[in-house]
């Protein structure tokens, strides 16, 4: 069975309903994962998406900032959410479906403006989340699973609109993208957009501060969809939704697509 899994940086689920509403109709991935929908669980707007028959939802939410949520068409079970030592913030959902893959859905901090660890608390608390990611994952199975969310790390060269200036801004420092190296390496992830899209430049977020975004495509592939070996093997392809991004009342980010025979 081909199961279409998206990962979506929503920038409000409320505020973008409409939105979510679109890309169900028109993309009907059998799963959505959606991050930052700063909301409470009670109060996301989940019964438009319900009668297009995403009636199976695991979510964790809190008012105003952070808050994941998985939508899909097939059934769901909650697996358990990893807190990573930060129960306040709900940054990972978890659900697993009929085939027994584990879904997980992860929101890591963006880490301030400064990547500096002794100036900027949040870039500190940021690679300390990553750390323990790294920890947490290298105690979980190494098959069965697929990892995806908002990353806040554009790991490789072409991930950037310019390698050598985005070097000394957070989301592609060196020691951001070696934390999320470990991550990957310590759950043995396979990047499974970039095992199907190898080479070039790739983006999933553009900044609201250009005038014209697509023009000036000033980009980070901050966005990703991981997989244990096992089902990377059995994914068919992967893609960046750019389109979306000039929708109304858009995210700053672009949905990213993987499908799995899972």
Not at 7 to 34: H, K
Not at 82 to 98: E, S
Request: neutral net charge; glycine residues 8%; proline residues 7%.
């Amino acid at each position: 069975m081909t199961v279409t899994i998206a990962s979506w940086n929503i920038n409000s689920f409320r505020l973008r309903e409409e939105t979510v509403l679109r890309l169900l109709r028109e993309e009907g991935p059998d799963v959505l994962c959606l991050q930052e929908t700063k909301s409470p669980v009670d109060k996301l707007p989940l019964a438009a998406a319900c009668a297009l028959g995403y009636a199976h939802v695991v979510a964790r939410g809190q008012p105003g900032y952070n808050g994941v949520a998985i939508l899909s068409r097939l059934p769901l079970d909650e697996a358990p959410a990893l807190d990573f030592g930060l129960p306040q913030d709900a940054r990972h959902v978890a659900a697993r479906l009929p085939s027994g893959v584990v879904v997980h859905n992860l929101y890591i901090p963006a880490g301030g403006d400064l990547p500096d660890p002794v100036l900027n608390p949040k870039f500190r608390r940021k690679l300390d989340f990553l750390d323990a990611v790294r920890a947490a994952f290298a105690e979980a199975p190494r098959d069965g699973a697929i990892l995806v969310g908002d990353f806040n790390v554009a790991p490789r060269e072409d991930d950037v609109w310019d390698h050598r200036k985005l070097l000394r801004v957070v989301t592609h420092t060196p020691v951001e993208v070696a934390a999320l190296e470990a991550i990957r390496g310590a759950g043995g992830f396979v990047d499974v957009t970039r095992a199907h899209l190898p080479t070039g430049r790739l983006y999933s977020w553009w900044s609201y501060r250009a005038a014209d975004w697509s023009a000036a495509d000033k980009g980070r592939r901050l966005d990703h969809i991981w997989a244990t070996p096992d089902l990377a093997a059995r994914s068919g392809g992967s893609r960046i939704a750019r389109a979306v991004r000039g929708w109304d009342r858009p995210s700053d980010h672009a949905p990213v697509f993987a499908e799995f025979e899972a």
